[in-house]
């Protein structure tokens, strides 16, 4: 049974960090190019980052660069992302993605509210 489960979400502060965790099973997870998603409430949901399935590569959406990092642990099937000087802005659900041709899986998502 495939499933990611994210986790490392919460309640931050503007300017604060949070490290967002995306735990995978049941499929081929050095096969698959992972990625994390943002849906804020009444918005479509969002590419955030995207790591190559060896984790040679990777790539933002504009507003993140320089701010979030993607990573991942193909040993431990474990992708994460390190999110520094938060603005309200990236208050959304951030979701876990596994692709690969013609496949997709998603996580539940994990809740990241930045306020005061």
């Known amino acids: 049974q495939v499933q990611l489960v994210e986790s490392g979400g919460g309640l931050v502060q503007p300017g604060g960090s949070l490290r967002l965790s995306c735990a995978a099973s049941g499929f081929t997870f050095n096969s698959y190019v992972m990625s994390w998603y943002r849906q804020a409430p009444g918005k479509e949901r969002e590419l955030v980052a995207a790591?190559?399935?060896?984790?040679?590569?990777?790539n933002y959406a504009d507003s993140m660069k320089g701010r979030f990092t993607i990573s991942r642990d193909n040993a431990n099937n474990t992708m994460y992302l390190q999110m520094n000087r938060l603005k309200p802005e990236d208050t959304a659900v951030y979701y876990c993605?596994?692709?690969?041709?013609?496949?997709?899986?998603w996580g539940k998502g994990t809740q990241v509210t930045v306020s005061s």
């Open positions: 790591i190559t399935s060896a984790g040679r590569s990777t």
């Open positions: 993605n596994a692709a690969k041709p013609s496949t997709w899986y």
